[in-house]
């Protein structure tokens, strides 16, 4: 999509995968240094050997160090978990929640719309997906009625264990406030539900007036005995600054779970060998990035300024665009890489979809796509309320290319609108 791979991230790279570049003088010392640590700790201080099942020591603790910056609460390495991806280490994390009861099968409480892995790995695990819907009028908040709603319905047929959480939000962008994060805590505490926070696109919440906080940060600023809550945070390196899809790094912090269910998590997780190691590297230069007396700082704080400036106009250009096409309404872009507007689709066209066996905003979408070349993703994939329609479109692009979408975004939905009115 056009984002420039940041250099120290790929220098630190090249140079645990090439060692002889340790010689050239092209590398800056920082960046040696990096590696050089990061190549002490691989078996025969090679990238391409197996480490451990839960990730190379030193930058779990570097994971570590980052947690307790961001929080102001002590955090533990051995509590930190690098996995191949976000994906990677909620599927570790239900594998081990998977235990049916007397033929009841285990439910895990999840938002609408949601990103599509998440059902596909429950029904991997044969597990019950128990929806509960976002508000998009409060800016897809999320609301203790509707999740107490929810669980009740589901705890008919199955064993509700833990509920995921999305924040920011995928595919919608929101950041929940610490008065919603602090109902659902209580609300998981007393329920006796596991909370999976997926964090992913913590780096990404760079719109006015709106901030990231974890749901660690906030359950350790509660009373009792919502701190001894059982908390499960992802992080990936496919978001943020890093944005490396590919390279597959993630990581996960256990918190207030047994020593006994984390012994049987460790063990579960040897059958993968380990993640990605140069995946786990790219991880390390994010979340340990260099210092200001380094050689490579300078640099590296202006890509990074460069980069989420940059997403933030381009979000802007794309909302501000979207809301003056009459039938399309945007919320508020606060966090992450896509916009999720809501569009007005006709009923004729609605029955036509149906004629084709298509949700109306697949049709929809199906239809931009043959007379714009617009690839976008329809709502339906990640689940809306009925009788509503979205589309979700990547902000990525350069910024000229964002506003020639909008304007034949524009154009189509006129059309669209008229032939189906």
């Given at each position: 999509?056009?984002?420039?791979?940041?250099?120290?991230?790929?220098?630190?790279?090249?140079?645990?995968?090439?060692?002889?570049?340790?010689?050239?003088?092209?590398?800056?010392?920082?960046?040696?240094?990096?590696?050089?640590?990061?190549?002490?700790?691989?078996?025969?201080?090679?990238?391409?050997?197996?480490?451990?099942?839960?990730?190379?020591?030193?930058?779990?603790?570097?994971?570590?160090?980052?947690?307790?910056?961001?929080?102001?609460?002590?955090?533990?390495?051995?509590?930190?978990?690098?996995?191949?991806?976000?994906?990677?280490?909620?599927?570790?994390?239900?594998?081990?929640?998977?235990?049916?009861?007397?033929?009841?099968?285990?439910?895990?409480?999840?938002?609408?719309?949601?990103?599509?892995?998440?059902?596909?790995?429950?029904?991997?695990?044969?597990?019950?997906?128990?929806?509960?819907?976002?508000?998009?009028?409060?800016?897809?908040?999320?609301?203790?009625?509707?999740?107490?709603?929810?669980?009740?319905?589901?705890?008919?047929?199955?064993?509700?264990?833990?509920?995921?959480?999305?924040?920011?939000?995928?595919?919608?962008?929101?950041?929940?406030?610490?008065?919603?994060?602090?109902?659902?805590?209580?609300?998981?505490?007393?329920?006796?539900?596991?909370?999976?926070?997926?964090?992913?696109?913590?780096?990404?919440?760079?719109?006015?007036?709106?901030?990231?906080?974890?749901?660690?940060?906030?359950?350790?600023?509660?009373?009792?005995?919502?701190?001894?809550?059982?908390?499960?945070?992802?992080?990936?390196?496919?978001?943020?600054?890093?944005?490396?899809?590919?390279?597959?790094?993630?990581?996960?912090?256990?918190?207030?779970?047994?020593?006994?269910?984390?012994?049987?998590?460790?063990?579960?997780?040897?059958?993968?060998?380990?993640?990605?190691?140069?995946?786990?590297?790219?991880?390390?230069?994010?979340?340990?990035?260099?210092?200001?007396?380094?050689?490579?700082?300078?640099?590296f704080i202006q890509e990074c300024r460069d980069i989420m400036q940059s997403l933030y106009e381009k979000a802007t250009i794309a909302i501000n665009?979207?809301?003056?096409?009459?039938?399309?309404?945007?919320?508020?872009?606060?966090?992450?890489?896509?916009?999720?507007?809501?569009?007005?689709?006709?009923?004729?066209?609605?029955?036509?979809?149906?004629?084709?066996?298509?949700?109306?905003?697949?049709?929809?979408?199906?239809?931009?796509?043959?007379?714009?070349?617009?690839?976008?993703?329809?709502?339906?994939?990640?689940?809306?309320?009925?009788?509503?329609?979205?589309?979700?479109?990547?902000?990525?692009?350069?910024?000229?290319?964002?506003?020639?979408?909008?304007?034949?975004?524009?154009?189509?939905?006129?059309?669209?609108?008229?032939?189906?009115?």
């Amino acid at each position: 999509m056009g984002q420039k791979p940041v250099t120290f991230i790929r220098q630190v790279m090249a140079v645990c995968a090439y060692p002889p570049l340790l010689n050239d003088s092209f590398i800056p010392s920082d960046v040696k240094a990096r590696a050089n640590s990061i190549l002490d700790e691989c078996g025969g201080r090679s990238a391409g050997a197996y480490t451990y099942s839960e990730g190379i020591d030193l930058i779990r603790e570097h994971i570590a160090q980052y947690l307790q910056r961001r929080d102001g609460v002590q955090a533990s390495a051995e509590n930190v978990i690098l996995t191949a991806g976000a994906s990677e280490a909620l599927r570790s994390i239900l594998n081990v929640l998977n235990s049916p009861n007397d033929g009841n099968r285990i439910g895990v409480m999840v938002p609408v719309p949601r990103d599509p892995s998440f059902t596909s790995l429950l029904n991997e695990f044969g597990m019950v997906e128990i929806d509960y819907f976002l508000e998009e009028d409060q800016e897809w908040s999320i609301s203790l009625n509707e999740l107490s709603s929810a669980l009740e319905a589901a705890s008919r047929y199955c064993i509700p264990r833990a509920i995921l959480v999305i924040n920011p939000g995928n595919p919608t962008g929101s950041v929940l406030n610490s008065n919603t994060m602090e109902e659902i805590i209580q609300f998981a505490v007393r329920q006796k539900l596991v909370l999976l926070a997926d964090e992913s696109y913590q780096f990404n919440a760079f719109g006015q007036g709106c901030f990231f906080q974890s749901f660690k940060k906030t359950m350790m600023l509660m009373s009792e005995p919502f701190k001894h809550l059982e908390l499960v945070s992802i992080m990936s390196g496919s978001t943020g600054i890093l944005g490396e899809c590919g390279l597959r790094c993630g990581c996960c912090e256990l918190m207030n779970i047994r020593e006994d269910v984390i012994s049987v998590y460790k063990k579960s997780i040897c059958v993968k060998m380990c993640p990605s190691v140069m995946g786990q590297i790219a991880l390390d230069c994010m979340i340990f990035p260099p210092e200001p007396h380094e050689p490579s700082y300078p640099g590296f704080i202006q890509e990074c300024r460069d980069i989420m400036q940059s997403l933030y106009e381009k979000a802007t250009i794309a909302i501000n665009a979207l809301n003056e096409i009459d039938g399309i309404q945007c919320n508020n872009y606060t966090g992450s890489t896509f916009v999720f507007p809501k569009i007005y689709i006709p009923e004729k066209a609605v029955i036509e979809a149906k004629a084709k066996g298509q949700t109306p905003d697949t049709f929809y979408a199906m239809q931009l796509l043959e007379e714009t070349g617009i690839c976008s993703v329809p709502g339906a994939l990640y689940g809306q309320i009925p009788g509503t329609y979205h589309l979700r479109l990547t902000i990525l692009p350069e910024k000229e290319k964002i506003q020639k979408m909008a304007e034949m975004i524009r154009r189509f939905h006129t059309c669209f609108i008229q032939k189906y009115s």
